[in-house]
């Protein structure tokens, strides 16, 4: 039998299935980087490993009732929103220089 450390509820049940569907997306994502075909796959692939990290944090947040953990959450979201304008400025200036 399983021991419990408290009592289930829906949440908690809920915030455990999301958390394990999100770190197989982060996977996924994770191989989308190393195989994608071209440099914007690569991009946007990262962008969902940050906004899915995101994801893990709040949902950490949630089940172990810890409220601080937002803060970092936020922060890494503005690190990444940072982190994809400058590859998309990074493109832009590449095929810029291409045409050229």
């Given at each position: 039998?399983?021991?419990?450390?408290?009592?289930?509820?829906?949440?908690?049940?809920?915030?455990?299935?999301?958390?394990?569907l999100?770190?197989?997306?982060?996977?996924l994502?994770?191989?989308?980087?190393?195989?994608?075909?071209?440099?914007?796959?690569?991009?946007?692939?990262?962008?969902?490993?940050?906004?899915?990290?995101?994801?893990?944090?709040?949902?950490?947040?949630?089940?172990?009732?810890?409220?601080?953990?937002?803060?970092?959450?936020?922060?890494?979201?503005?690190?990444?929103?940072?982190?994809?304008?400058?590859?998309?400025?990074?493109?832009?200036?590449?095929?810029?220089?291409?045409?050229?």
């Amino acid at each position: 039998m399983i021991a419990l450390t408290g009592p289930v509820t829906l949440l908690s049940v809920v915030s455990s299935v999301a958390l394990i569907l999100v770190t197989a997306s982060i996977v996924l994502a994770f191989v989308r980087v190393l195989r994608g075909p071209s440099l914007p796959d690569r991009v946007m692939a990262l962008d969902m490993i940050g906004v899915m990290s995101v994801s893990v944090i709040v949902l950490t947040a949630i089940a172990s009732d810890e409220p601080v953990l937002m803060d970092a959450a936020i922060a890494l979201a503005l690190i990444s929103f940072l982190g994809t304008l400058a590859f998309a400025r990074f493109i832009e200036q590449r095929e810029r220089d291409e045409y050229e």
